[in-house]
């Protein structure tokens, strides 16, 4: 692989999240690995949580997401590969929502795209987060910018 062309792999869908790391042929030129994960926690804002329900427009989730790692890797000044995985529908109290792979040469910029990604992602990609209380209420959570009140029953 050349290590100048960034290699993004992107996958939303109601699988669940298989992490897995990447094949030591493909990607033999990155000494740094950073990975977040982020799981539906079972207690948000005081309120008991049953579950989240992801939603996402998927292919313009794809490019927004496509672009915020490009965007990442240029910033940090870096070669690398990204990999982001999400869940849409509903995800269970302490099951992985979001995992994010990135491959550098060097740590420190491994962990500078990693929090790109995963902060830009809140804030930008259009996925919507709708917990599900234990109570049986339900409330759209702030994320994306296209949710203009935030937080909505």
Known sequence: MNQSTP???????????AQSAPSSDQETGFGASCEFTGRVR?????RAVECVHYDAFVPLAQKALQKIATEALEEAGTSGSVRIEH???????????????VLTPHRDEAFRVCRTVIER???????WKK?????????????????????NS
């Open 42 to 46: 079972a207690i948000n804002f005081g």
């Open 121 to 127: 992602l809140k804030h930008e990609a259009p996925i």
């Open 131 to 151: 917990e599900v209380y234990t109570d049986g209420e339900t409330e759209w959570l702030k994320g994306h910018s296209l949710c203009a009140t935030g937080r």
């Open 7 to 17: 290699r993004i792999e992107i996958h939303l869908g109601p699988e669940t999240i």
């Open 87 to 101: 869940r849409t529908g509903p995800v269970r109290v302490g099951e992985l929502s979001v995992w994010i792979q």
